[in-house]
């Protein structure tokens, strides 16, 4: 008899075993979005610039953006799309590598979501519009309304409408199909909102805002469901898998709670990571894993079933996080200001831009094989003191506008000094 018992625990236990947790490293910046491809592939967006492919731990990576990459969805039919900080948003196919740029917007596209037969892609932008671009070709449409950034978007199930948040504090819903479409105002609740999921057959939605609410909505007039609000602020990543009936949402304090959506009941409350957000969540094909990406340049996957028996991930401190006093002031310019983007190692690179080793006396937009924008890749900037003090002086957008690096100054002359002190040394 206890041979059977024994035979049968094997059997009950053996689809939690085979869960493990998982790293996918590779990224050289923070994973800002992720999505799951119905083979078990993952996809992650980074703030390194790229779009990564996982099939095991193995990446590929996909090269086309010109800032930080934010959103990513796929279509289901071999192909993926990624939106970004340079208000691109990019189809990719998956098998070929081709991309087709899809111009329009004016501001960051922060989410991306896909019809469910596929046919239309929708982009919320921080230029206050949500874009409606054919998956096959064709003229875009764009949907105003908000007042404020778009943040999030997602179809209902019956094809017929749009529901989109914005930082605005509204959820509205849209008959995108219409010539002209009007929205509707479906939850006011004055804080920005931030993340959106529709449930099963239109049954409900849920939202996740600035202010920490994490709420479940009747998707017709709004009438609230269920609140599972925490004092844990902002909501920043929301997935829903409907075959195992579960809602996660992940926060600014590096939280993920799993709801159980059958029953309206928190399942897990799991510290995910020891420092900073959850800014992206997707579950497995069949809803046993849940992956999340935040601060660190590394996607993590737990067994659902096993997420209080783990530690928060990302116990190592990152460098850029390491208290001031710790460092001279050199060190300490650098590691707020650059290094979250460049590496002193010598190249190759993954983060978002070219390695400084070997930086002084060289001539800018001169490191083989990183993908500069015209303005530097022409340049006849070379690197020295004076260059790099003019740069923090007057800020990149001033000293070289059209450049990709992002709108910094460091406006006291000796901390310019001591940072470019600390280079000299470090870049060699």
């Given at each position: 008899m206890r041979g059977w018992i024994a035979v049968l625990w094997c059997l009950v236990a053996a689809p939690v075993a085979a869960q493990e947790f998982t790293t996918l490293k590779g990224h050289g910046g923070p994973v800002m979005g992720l999505d799951m491809l119905p083979d078990g592939a993952v996809i992650s967006a980074s703030f390194d610039n790229s779009v990564g492919l996982w099939q095991g731990r193995v990446p590929r990576w996909f090269e086309g953006h010109a800032a930080a990459v934010i959103a990513v969805a796929h279509l289901g039919d071999g192909r993926f799309v990624s939106g970004g900080d340079d208000f691109d948003v990019i189809l990719w196919d998956r098998e070929s590598g081709a991309a087709t740029r899809l111009d329009g917007h004016q501001g960051k596209v922060a989410s991306l979501a896909v019809s469910l037969d596929g046919g239309w892609i929708a982009s919320a932008s921080w230029d206050g519009s949500i874009g409606l671009w054919p998956a096959q070709g064709g003229a875009p449409r764009f949907l105003k309304g908000h007042d404020g950034p778009v943040t999030d978007v997602a179809f209902a199930h019956d094809g017929a409408r749009l529901f989109s948040s914005s930082a605005d504090g509204t959820l509205r819903v849209w008959p995108w199909q219409e010539a002209g479409a009007v929205s509707r105002v479906l939850v006011d609740q004055g804080f920005g909102i931030n993340e959106l999921v529709v449930g099963p057959g239109d049954a409900w939605l849920a939202y996740g805002a600035v202010d920490g609410a994490t709420r479940v909505v009747e998707p017709e007039g709004g009438v609230e469901i269920a609140d599972f609000t925490l004092d844990r602020r902002p909501v920043l990543a929301l997935v829903n898998h409907e075959g195992s009936g579960q809602l996660a949402a992940g926060d600014g304090h590096g939280y993920i709670m799993v709801i159980d959506t059958r029953e309206w009941t928190v399942t897990r409350d799991f510290k995910?990571?020891?420092?900073?957000?959850?800014?992206?969540?997707?579950?497995?094909?069949?809803?046993?894993?849940?992956?999340?990406?935040?601060?660190?340049?590394?996607?993590?996957?737990?067994?659902?079933?096993?997420?209080?028996?783990?530690?928060?991930?990302?116990?190592?401190?990152?460098?850029?996080?390491r208290p001031p006093e710790e460092m001279e002031n050199g060190e300490r310019q650098f590691m707020r200001k650059c290094s979250i983007c460049h590496a002193l190692t010598p190249p190759p690179s993954r983060k978002a831009g070219p390695s400084l080793h070997g930086l002084f006396g060289r001539r800018a937009g001169e490191v083989e094989g990183y993908p500069y924008s015209p303005?530097?890749?022409?340049?006849?900037?070379?690197?020295?003191?004076?260059?790099?003090?003019?740069?923090?002086?007057?800020?990149?957008?001033?000293?070289?506008?059209?450049?990709?690096?992002?709108?910094?100054?460091?406006?006291?002359?000796?901390?310019?000094?001591?940072?470019?002190?600390y280079l000299r040394r470090a870049t060699r």
């Amino acid at each position: 008899m206890r041979g059977w018992i024994a035979v049968l625990w094997c059997l009950v236990a053996a689809p939690v075993a085979a869960q493990e947790f998982t790293t996918l490293k590779g990224h050289g910046g923070p994973v800002m979005g992720l999505d799951m491809l119905p083979d078990g592939a993952v996809i992650s967006a980074s703030f390194d610039n790229s779009v990564g492919l996982w099939q095991g731990r193995v990446p590929r990576w996909f090269e086309g953006h010109a800032a930080a990459v934010i959103a990513v969805a796929h279509l289901g039919d071999g192909r993926f799309v990624s939106g970004g900080d340079d208000f691109d948003v990019i189809l990719w196919d998956r098998e070929s590598g081709a991309a087709t740029r899809l111009d329009g917007h004016q501001g960051k596209v922060a989410s991306l979501a896909v019809s469910l037969d596929g046919g239309w892609i929708a982009s919320a932008s921080w230029d206050g519009s949500i874009g409606l671009w054919p998956a096959q070709g064709g003229a875009p449409r764009f949907l105003k309304g908000h007042d404020g950034p778009v943040t999030d978007v997602a179809f209902a199930h019956d094809g017929a409408r749009l529901f989109s948040s914005s930082a605005d504090g509204t959820l509205r819903v849209w008959p995108w199909q219409e010539a002209g479409a009007v929205s509707r105002v479906l939850v006011d609740q004055g804080f920005g909102i931030n993340e959106l999921v529709v449930g099963p057959g239109d049954a409900w939605l849920a939202y996740g805002a600035v202010d920490g609410a994490t709420r479940v909505v009747e998707p017709e007039g709004g009438v609230e469901i269920a609140d599972f609000t925490l004092d844990r602020r902002p909501v920043l990543a929301l997935v829903n898998h409907e075959g195992s009936g579960q809602l996660a949402a992940g926060d600014g304090h590096g939280y993920i709670m799993v709801i159980d959506t059958r029953e309206w009941t928190v399942t897990r409350d799991f510290k995910a990571m020891e420092r900073g957000p959850v800014w992206a969540l997707a579950f497995s094909p069949d809803g046993a894993m849940l992956y999340a990406g935040g601060l660190p340049e590394v996607v993590y996957g737990w067994p659902v079933a096993l997420l209080d028996e783990y530690d928060p991930a990302d116990a190592a401190e990152h460098t850029f996080l390491r208290p001031p006093e710790e460092m001279e002031n050199g060190e300490r310019q650098f590691m707020r200001k650059c290094s979250i983007c460049h590496a002193l190692t010598p190249p190759p690179s993954r983060k978002a831009g070219p390695s400084l080793h070997g930086l002084f006396g060289r001539r800018a937009g001169e490191v083989e094989g990183y993908p500069y924008s015209p303005i530097l890749a022409n340049s006849d900037i070379v690197w020295g003191d004076e260059s790099i003090d003019a740069l923090f002086d007057l800020g990149p957008d001033h000293y070289i506008p059209g450049s990709k690096m992002p709108m910094q100054r460091i406006t006291g002359a000796q901390d310019r000094q001591d940072l470019i002190a600390y280079l000299r040394r470090a870049t060699r």
